[in-house]
Structure formats: structure tokens, C-alpha cells
T-cell receptor, first 116, second 114 residues
Framework: DAGVIQSPRHEVTEMGQEVTLRCKPISGHNSLFWYRQTMMRGLELLIYFNNNVPIDDSGMPEDRFSAKMPNASFSTLKIQPSEPRDSAVYFC??????????????FGPGTRLTVL | TQLLEQSPQFLSIQEGENLTVYCNSSSVFSSLQWYRQEPGEGPVLLVTVVTGGEVKKLKRLTFQFGDARKDSSLHITAAQPGDTGLYLCAARPISNFGNEKLTFGTGTRLTIIP
């Protein structure tokens, strides 16, 4: 079975440009998570969805960040406009257990974003 | 404020040695997980502990959840180069019952020298 799929794997862009990161969760999983990982701050949850509905977006840093999940098999994280401090590895993860909680999260390989 | 503190932050030891890494907090957790992350990849779950005092073994890895469910340890026996990676603990505070939000620790970067 395919795991969580993220694209692109690497993105280099200039400050001010729009960046869109994409994620395909594991089929049948109810929950989807977006994380950001940096050396300074570690792994931080940005937002998570349950059954395509955003449940907790308290980790989204500011209005420049937005996330959507139009259907069960696709999600996007958009940064507009991007800034150098957004440079990080962005992970998408999915989980099969919904709000019953407690289950394993399956992570994608990540997108390494560099904003110049 | 970091909810989960891991120690040590970095650890480099010789193949065959034993080691223990720690995950500590002042909060009580409903469950705690350990993940391992290798370079260029996402974290992969190793174990979930849910009961205070619980001990789980996974081959040469032994995981313990503190009696008060505020801390955990990971002990590796006879470390091998394949154990190299970033070890992350992650937990759900007991106040977040029904919420899937995980808080990750600061991580321990482990290097096993052949």
C-alpha cells in the first residue's frame, strides 16, 4: 500500500512568492495533519482535519498560511506571501481513527521548503 | 513553553553500548508515543504506552511510562548503527481527551558509531 504522498519533495522560491504544498493521505484514514519541522522549534502541528473538516488550526502561524481539504484524498497547505522564516520541512500525516483518537500517525516524506 | 523536554539532546556512543533517553513533562498524559525519524524521512511510530508504569519491549528497545504518566524513558540494549536517528516522544495531554492533537518533544539525536 502507498503511504502518505507529498509533493513537491523540495521547493526553492523567492520571498513574496506563493507556495502550495500537496498531500495525499492513506486511503481510508479519517484524519490529516500538517506539521512544520525546524532545528530551532522541532516538530510543530499547524492544523489538523477530521473527515475533511478543520478541527484545530491554532498552530497556523499567521494569515499568510492557509490549508484546505476539499475531499478525503487531497489536502493543500498554502503560504502567500512566503518569507525566509518559513523555510522548514513540512510534513503531512494521516491517521485512521478519527476523533476517537489515540492512534498512530503515518507521516509522509516531507517537503523541504527554502525561501530565499 | 515546551510541554515535553527530551534529554539528552544529542548522544553519540559506540556500537554495542547501552543507552537511555528521557522524555519529561509537568503535565499528565492520556497516552505517550515514541517515534524514530531518519534523515530525509518522516517520523515512524515505535510504540504507544497508555497505562502508568507500563513497560513495553520491542526487540532491543524497552519503553517505560512513568507511574504518574508525566514522563517516559527509552532504553536501547547493545546499540547498532541502524538505531541511529532522531527519537521523538509525543503525547496527548489528559485535558485534550477526544482531541487528536499530538505535542512532540524536542527530540534526541542518536548516533551509533560502528
Amino acid at each position: 500500500d502507498a503511504g502518505v504522498i507529498q509533493s513537491p519533495r523540495h521547493e526553492v522560491t523567492e520571498m513574496g512568492q506563493e507556495v502550495t504544498l500537496r498531500c495525499k493521505p492513506i486511503s481510508g484514514h479519517n484524519s490529516l495533519f500538517w506539521y512544520r519541522q525546524t532545528m530551532m522549534r522541532g516538530l510543530e502541528l499547524l492544523i489538523y482535519f477530521n473527515n475533511n473538516v478543520p478541527i484545530d488550526d491554532s498552530g497556523m502561524p499567521e494569515d499568510r498560511f492557509s490549508a484546505k481539504m476539499p475531499n478525503a484524498s487531497f489536502s493543500t497547505l498554502k503560504i502567500q506571501p512566503s518569507e525566509p522564516r518559513d523555510s522548514a520541512v513540512y510534513f503531512c500525516a494521516s491517521s485512521p481513527r478519527g476523533l476517537a483518537g489515540g492512534g498512530e500517525q503515518f507521516f509522509g516524506p516531507g517537503t523541504r521548503l527554502t525561501v530565499l | 513553553t515546551q510541554l515535553l523536554e527530551q534529554s539528552p539532546q544529542f548522544l553519540s556512543i559506540q556500537e554495542g553500548e547501552n543507552l537511555t533517553v528521557y522524555c519529561n513533562s509537568s503535565s499528565v498524559f492520556s497516552s505517550l508515543q515514541w517515534y524514530r525519524q531518519e534523515p530525509g524521512e518522516g517520523p515512524v511510530l515505535l510504540v504507544t504506552v497508555v497505562t502508568g508504569g507500563e513497560v513495553k519491549k520491542l526487540k532491543r528497545l524497552t519503553f517505560q511510562f512513568g507511574d504518574a504518566r508525566k514522563d517516559s524513558s527509552l532504553h536501547i540494549t547493545a546499540a547498532q548503527p541502524g538505531d541511529t536517528g532522531l527519537y521523538l516522544c509525543a503525547a496527548r495531554p489528559i485535558s485534550n481527551f477526544g482531541n487528536e492533537k499530538l505535542t512532540f518533544g524536542t527530540g534526541t539525536r542518536l548516533t551509533i558509531i560502528p
